[in-house]
């Protein structure tokens, strides 16, 4: 198997058993579109290089070598994707793709140099968290030290920061910069006053994720917390308008 | 329909509607914008509330009689927009296209103003004679927004009317500007979009040559180009290449902004509601110079708190309930006595048939009267106190995560609340969830609240007879229950789940007019569903009773009730009456006992057991015909297999945990 291959499923059994448990051979033959005879096989020689647990009728596993293989392919395709539609300003709909295809030729080096330069974002354009780099350090700041700062064109680059509104403090202002999630409830907010560039701020957030209340066109929304978490804003900082 | 609560839109010939009219208007517009109150200050008394034919949509119908003219007014649900997202934006938009009301009032709210124009944008693609009726001013004022009602007249192109509602303050001038409207019939002007959407609207209109609808053509295409499913399968069904071409279409914008084309569009909408709430407000800053925070916000500040809101939460349904049965207890005896002095109270089981069905008969009413009057209606009446001063919403919000555990949100808190009055009306307030598969698991739960019958059953029993903290013990174990009761059912159930978006409106003072009407709205099924089951389902057991069934039912049921429950065979059959009326088991037992001290007759644990499989074991008749009218027949006796199966399977296991340690 081609090193991509392996990565490939590497993600595919990462995705489907992070909801279930086991990814059984259907479910990944259907995600990577191959037949399930073909996955059976792959998941075989996956089981011999020890990176998957494999019985067959139950599905497979990551072991602790697959799963470090899949959570580094992972990070690597979500910040790509971050650096496609921020910095290279791609279509959100393409970056996926797009990034399924980089996600295995980039190195650990320049893998890092982009998390440097987008200033370790926290989530994707779609709103999965990206995982934490595996090296050594305690903060951002001891990697930029050890690699002479970070990239200068940076901060100018990102003027602001977009960010989930449920990460805007308290009576801080945001422009919605986009919404993910189910096209019916993306329709709802946006007729609720939510459409793209409306400043909103976020005047209470119930304790333990609860609801959040959402300030917009001088009327205030409750918004379940999982479905704030997918409205993203560039975040006005204080002062200026 | 009002006479027919039992079959809430099952028989849209049965609809009774105002009569002789000369003509009819729609009031539309969002929730919270004060159209209850003008539809109250309009029409005043004669309200026809029911459902819209064959959906489970309330429909508020009144007569508004002016200059010798009787106009029939129709109240639109509360909307925000006019997509397919409910079934109430649905039969909306498709009352004012299909049933061409002669003109169509939006109220829309002046401190709002963006927000409510977006809606009577898409008001005005549908083409209605319309006018505006600006609600709340003074509250606006109030806020520092001044709206220039002449320059939105102009702007709009329709006429606008200024009003305070709850005062009555510019209703005159409505109905006024009705009745030109009336007359004149003017089409509202088009509001034009950005060009590349233009473009493509016009486009799909020349596109529409050999298709008709009853809708107009400019609305239909830009429905099409918002791959509206509805509209799609209309024009599909007549002409699919138009439906294709406008998906193409449709792509096309989404290339272009990189967004769903529907988000597109409200973009567009709103950035016109945007430039003219601009022109027409003006906003004065406080004088003082400081920004005084609103009384909203100040309440909320506690309403909302972490710790304090949730005692406020239980202080208010606490109290609420607790309001409830002080003052119910003490009217519903008062009752009680009242009509003892016409006849036999309790049931009877000798002299001919007719006089048992009789006697069956009036009992069934008076348990109607002595439950429903003096508990049923003032919690109802102090819950839409509650409601309508907006308070409601808060506790939506902070029981929401606490809702996410039974997979609901927030909103179901409502039907929950209104369960311990009576379930019938609980079950049909569930539709104020999104998703049927929320309707569906918040009645069930409902069915699990223990409602006043159920009430007067544990305290009758267990706090009468056991203690207080045992009856206290009963209502923890039935929340226990409705979350465990949930959680599966949350698992069980297909479909989808939609989280929670509310609107959080203002706190203001109840208009006493929407609080007797929402009131109505909910004692109403009482009378049309509980009443009748309780008089005919009295009879009936009586006449059971009468034909010497008993024994052989307590024999058939003994198995049940003696070996796993460990209950006296006689209560098999006070079981069967309590699917007609759950505080009809005390009755009979009474009778049956010949006793009303139970703890001479009943252990501690059997008076517990008896409770608890009372409180759980199946919703009566009314609430099984409730749910088959909203749910369907299949569901409905579904629901009602599950919970007599668990009431056995609790009881049983009830009975002997509490016997190890009260035996």
């Known amino acids: 198997m081609a090193q991509e291959q392996v990565e ?4 595919a059994i990462y995705d489907i058993a992070g909801t279930d448990g086991a990814a059984k051979t259907t479910a990944i033959a259907k995600c990577l579109k191959v ?20 019985e067959p009728y139950k599905g497979a596993s990551l072991t602790d070598d697959g799963k470090k293989i899949a959570e580094t392919i992972k990070r690597r395709h979500r910040l790509l994707e971050v650096f496609l539609a921020d910095v290279l300003h791609i279509n959100r709909t393409k970056v996926h793709d797009e990034a399924c295809r980089m996600e295995h030729t980039i190195s650990e080096d320049t893998e890092n140099a982009l998390c440097r330069m987008l200033n370790a974002p926290s989530r994707c354009p779609h709103g999965s968290p990206i995982s934490p780099c595996s090296k050594g350090i305690g903060s951002c700041s001891e990697c930029d030290a050890a690699t002479g700062s970070a990239v200068p064109f940076l901060s100018d680059l990102r003027t602001s920061d977009i960010i989930p509104i449920t990460d805007l403090g308290a009576q801080e202002k945001g422009t ?12 709802r907010l946006s007729d609720l006053g939510l459409t793209l560039g409306t400043t909103v701020s976020v005047t209470r957030k119930a304790p333990m994720n609860g609801p959040v209340e959402v300030f917009v066109r001088r009327t205030k929304l409750a918004i379940d917390h999982k ?3 997918n409205i993203f804003v560039n975040a006005v900082k204080g002062g200026t308008p | ?9 099952c028989d849209p010939k049965k609809e009774s509607t105002i009569k002789n009219a000369d003509y009819t208007i729609a009031l539309a517009g969002n929730a919270n914008v004060g159209k209850s109150v003008t539809f109250n200050q309009l029409t005043g008394v004669d309200q026809i509330i029911g459902n819209w034919p064959g959906k489970t949509v309330e429909r508020a119908e009144g007569l508004l009689q002016y200059k010798g003219k009787r106009i029939r007014v129709i109240d639109l649900p509360g909307i925000y927009s006019f997509s397919t997202y409910s079934m109430e934006e649905l039969v909306s938009r498709e009352y004012i296209a299909l049933e061409h009301p002669d003109a169509v009032v939006n109220v829309i709210d002046a401190s709002a103003l963006e927000r409510n124009l977006f809606f009577t944008i898409q008001l005005m693609e549908l083409a209605p004679p319309l006018l505006v009726s600006v609600n709340q001013i003074d509250l606006a004022e109030k806020k520092g927004l001044t709206v220039d009602t002449g320059k939105l007249s102009t702007l709009l192109g329709v006429p606008v009317v200024p009003t305070v509602a709850i005062r009555g303050k510019g209703i005159s001038n409505l109905t006024e500007a009705i009745l030109d409207l009336v007359h004149d019939h003017p089409v509202p002007p088009v509001l034009t979009y950005g060009r590349e959407i233009e473009e493509r609207i016009g486009k799909i209109v020349s596109l529409m040559g050999a298709v008709t609808t009853p809708y107009p053509v400019r609305w239909i295409a830009i429905k099409l180009l918002e791959r509206d499913p509805e509209v799609s399968r209309i024009v599909g069904s007549q002409d699919l290449s138009v439906v294709a071409a406008a998906g193409k279409l449709s792509e096309e914008i989404e290339t272009l902004h990189g967004e769903p084309v529907c988000v597109v569009m ?7 509601a945007d430039r003219i709430a601009a022109e027409v407000i003006t906003v004065r800053s406080p004088e003082d110079g400081s920004i005084k925070k609103s009384l909203t916000d100040r309440v909320d500040q506690i309403a909302l708190h972490p710790f304090f809101g949730y005692l406020m939460v239980i202080a208010v349904i606490g109290g609420l309930l607790l309001w409830t049965f002080l003052i119910g207890a003490q009217i519903s005896n008062y009752l009680a006595g009242f009509f003892s002095q016409f006849g036999q109270y309790e049931p009877v089981i000798n002299g001919s048939l007719s006089s048992v069905l009789l006697n069956g008969a009036w009992t069934g009413f008076v348990a109607g009267v002595t439950l429903i009057i003096p508990y049923v209606l003032p919690f109802y009446l102090i819950l839409a106190v509650i409601e309508d001063s907006g308070y409601l919403t808060r506790i939506s919000v902070m029981l929401d995560r606490g809702m996410h555990k039974l997979g609901l949100h927030g909103k179901a808190i409502i039907p929950i609340i209104l369960g311990y009055g009576c379930n019938v009306p609980a079950c049909y307030s569930c539709r104020i969830m999104e998703s049927p598969k929320q309707k569906l698991l918040s009645a069930f739960l409902v069915t699990l609240v223990p409602c006043t019958a159920r009430t007067v059953v544990i305290l009758g029993l267990v706090a009468a007879f056991v203690n207080i903290w045992w009856a206290l013990a009963l209502y923890a174990f039935d929340i226990l229950l409705i979350i465990v009761a949930g959680r599966l059912a949350f698992r069980v159930m297909p479909g989808e789940s939609v989280g929670l978006i509310m609107e959080m409106p203002d706190y203001h003072v109840p208009s006493y007019s929407v609080v007797l009407k929402q009131t109505w709205a909910r004692t109403k099924s009482l009378i049309w569903l509980v009443f009748p089951a309780y008089i005919i389902g009295s009879a009936l057991i009586q006449a059971v009773y009468w034909a010497g069934w008993l024994t052989p039912i307590n024999n058939a049921l003994a198995p049940i009730t003696v070996l796993w429950l460990g209950l006296p065979a006689i209560v098999g059959i006070t079981l069967i009456f309590g699917i007609v009326r759950k505080e009809m088991t005390i009755l009979t037992l009474a009778v049956l006992l010949g006793t009303t001290n139970f703890a001479t007759v009943l252990t501690p644990v059997q008076l517990i057991v008896l409770a608890l499989v009372t409180m759980i074991y199946i919703p009566c008749i009314s609430v099984i015909l409730a749910l088959a009218s909203e749910f369907g027949w299949k569901k409905s006796l579904a ?25």
């Open chain 1, 8 to 11: 490939e499923y590497l993600e």
């Open chain 1, 35 to 54: 037949a399930p005879a073909s996955v059976t096989e792959a998941l075989q020689s996956l089981a011999e290089k020890n990176l998957v647990n494999y």
């Open chain 1, 176 to 187: 919605i910069a986009f919404i993910r999630g189910d096209c019916k409830v993306v329709q």
């Open chain 1, 227 to 229: 479905i704030a978490e």
């Open chain 2, 1 to 9: 329909m009002s006479g027919c609560g039992g079959c809430k839109g």
């Open chain 2, 266 to 272: 409200s973009a567009e909408r709103y950035q016109i």
């Open chain 2, 639 to 663: 629901i009602t297999l599950v919970e007599v199966v668990a009431a056995t399977v609790i009881g049983g296991i009830a009975f002997r945990v509490l016997s190890l340690f009260m035996g």
